[in-house]
Nanobody, 124 residues
Framework: QVQLVESGGGLVQAGGSLRLSCAASGRTFSNSAMGWFRQAPGKEREFVATISSGGSITKYQDSVKGRFTISRDNAKNTVYLQMNSLKPEDTAVYYC?????????????????WGQGTQVTVSS
């Protein structure tokens, strides 16, 4: 079993920045690909970013490329999502996810464990 706890969400003005953190426990974190997803009100959950177990491969949703950066610290069992130049359309609950695979996944089906989510609200 893996436990994932997100933190760092909040209210920010458009153009601002936030850094989300996801602390993992219960499994060998360094063997797991990690991902961030988000769900806006009335919409389905969507892929945001993913990172391979060693951190060498990252992938992003087109709408966040150049603004968001996913990274990980395997010594701290933590994955991060640095979000810059935030827009109102980035408002959503952001979820951290862990895979049993070491590569990377851009679909929900590739992930086995999910956090409870953290709210990000961007005001215009």
């Amino acid at each position: 079993q893996v436990q994932l706890v997100e933190s760092g969400g909040g209210l920010v003005q458009a153009g601002g920045s936030l850094r989300l953190s996801c602390a993992a426990s219960g499994r060998t974190f360094s063997n797991s690909a990690m991902g961030w997803f988000r769900q806006a009100p009335g919409k389905e959950r969507e892929f945001v970013a993913t990172i391979s177990s060693g951190g060498s491969i990252t992938k992003y949703q087109d709408s966040v490329k150049g603004r968001f950066t996913i990274s990980r610290d395997n010594a701290k069992n933590t994955v991060y999502l640095q979000m810059n130049s935030l827009k109102p359309e980035d408002t959503a609950v952001y979820y951290c996810a862990a895979s049993s695979d070491s590569y990377y996944w851009i679909v929900e089906a590739g992930y086995d464990y999910w956090g409870q989510g953290t709210q990000v609200t961007v005001s215009s």
